[in-house]
């Protein structure tokens, strides 16, 4: 069984920072993406950055001078650190992790979500 656990939400004031981390635990012999996601009030739920098992990052035009992606292998996890945050930033954050729960080149990887974590910035 595979757990998710996000931290680091809050209310901050804008031009403030937050970090986010999310941790996976469980039987897990692999982890290939990690990402974070964020759904707004009335709002789809939208990819905001991602990190793929080699490195490789993606973050979204509309956070990518203010948000950095990164990740732990060692600890399974995922954080996404916030600065010069916006009132339009508001919204839960969620993470998405794809993993294997079984060994073997050839094993399937499955997609996990976060709970989420409420960021509020007030303006």
């Known amino acids: 069984q595979v757990q998710l656990v996000e931290s680091g939400g809050g209310l901050v004031q804008a031009g403030g920072s937050l970090k986010l981390s999310c941790s996976a635990s469980?039987?897990?012999?692999?982890?290939?993406?990690m990402g974070w996601y964020r759904q707004g009030p009335a709002n789809q739920r939208e990819l905001v950055a991602s990190?793929?098992?080699?490195?490789?990052?993606n973050v979204k035009d509309f956070v990518k001078a203010r948000f950095t992606i990164s990740r732990d292998n060692a600890k399974n996890t995922v954080y996404l650190q916030m600065n010069s945050l916006k009132p339009e930033d508001t919204a839960v954050y969620y993470c998405?992790?794809?993993?294997?729960?079984?060994?073997?080149?050839?094993?399937?990887?499955?997609?996990?979500w976060g709970q989420g974590t409420q960021v509020t910035v007030s303006s």
């Open positions: 469980g039987s897990i012999f692999g982890i290939n993406f």
């Open positions: 990190v793929t098992g080699d490195g490789r990052t």
């Open positions: 998405k992790v794809e993993l294997a729960t079984s060994p073997g080149a050839f094993a399937r990887y499955y997609q996990y």
